[in-house]
């Protein structure tokens, strides 16, 4: 199985990344990219999953159709992933659904397989938790729109995490591989990488996955760039790299069997005592990078 997959290595059709649980060989998790031009458009059937539409750059008209009527949102999106907060649109599964865009752009599709169908909403740019987490050279920003605890999805979950260049993020490493409640949950995770460049020169990073002794014994030392994924079905995962003068962006998606729908982590033991260090240093101050728009 390969983990981890260039840009243009996952493109399927319309999708310059087509993930899927077929595709991934596990059970839950799916991330499908949509590159439209101006005026494009583009209908799918959501299925047995549960989606979000994330506007990368360019804003979208986003429809959904089912027995229970017919929703339309307007999403304003945003001119990149580096310049702000995004609105985003959620789609039941069992619908039939369009987005369409005036002017062109890339839009994320998040999803997971489901068995409750919730209904069709819109998510303003203005709910959307900008959380700091960790200090000094682990600083990070995480845009938590599709967080448990945040917004509600059956089985989805799904944060944008922005790392400052030369910072270190998913860091300590940690894993979720493990039915242990109340400390520890079964997610399989997407990483989906974007880089700010530095005059037209593209950025890029390092992704690590290390063997948990749990399922596959995931073990990836990836070099990452622009438009690139990385599967983690299980394992330690973590850090994050982004080489200096290049801010990293990536998109988490996360998704799993269990009944509860929750972010339950377990750090790794050789490096866990980093957390203990935070409270003793400042957090970069190069964040936040924005922060959402007020309502």
């Known amino acids: ?9 996952a493109l399927d059709g319309p999708y310059v990344v087509d993930v899927t649980p077929e595709k991934a060989g596990w059970g839950y998790s799916s991330l499908k990219v949509l590159q439209l031009p101006p005026g494009g458009s583009h209908t799918f059937e959501t299925g ?89 050279n682990s600083s990070r920003q995480v845009n938590n729109f599709g967080a448990a605890g945040v917004f509600e999805c059956d089985k989805l979950i799904a944060v944008e995490v922005i790392t400052p260049g030369g910072n270190w993020s998913s860091f300590p490493p940690h894993k979720h591989d493990e039915h242990r409640p109340g400390e520890e949950s079964v997610l399989e995770e997407i990483y989906y990488f974007e880089f700010a460049d530095h005059e037209g020169i593209p950025g890029l990073g390092y992704q690590r996955v290390s063997p948990s002794g749990h399922g596959r014994n995931t073990d990836v030392l990836a070099e990452v760039r622009g438009g690139d994924v990385v599967l983690i079905p299980d394992g330690w995962h973590g850090p994050s790299m982004a080489v200096p003068g290049h801010h990293m962006y990536y998109l988490n998606v996360m998704a799993g069997p269990e009944a509860e729908r929750a972010w339950l982590i377990c750090d790794h033991p050789d490096h866990a005592w980093v957390r203990g260090t935070w409270p003793d240093q400042p957090v970069d101050p190069r964040l936040p990078l924005y922060t959402a728009p007020s309502q």
Request: aromatic residues 10%.
């Open 1 to 9: 199985m390969t983990y981890h997959l260039p840009a243009g290595k």
């Open 48 to 136: 047995d999953s549960e989606w979000i539409v994330l506007p990368l750059n360019g804003g979208c008209t986003v429809e959904a159709t089912d027995d229970f009527g017919h929703d339309i949102f307007q999403l304003a999106g945003r001119e990149g992933v580096f310049s702000g907060v995004t609105d985003f649109a959620y789609l039941p599964r069992d619908s039939h659904a369009a987005v369409s865009s005036a002017e062109g752009g890339r839009f994320a599709l998040t999803g997971a397989r489901c068995s409750r169908r919730l209904p069709a909403r819109y998510g303003p740019a203005s709910s959307v938790p900008v959380e700091l987490r960790g200090t000094g």
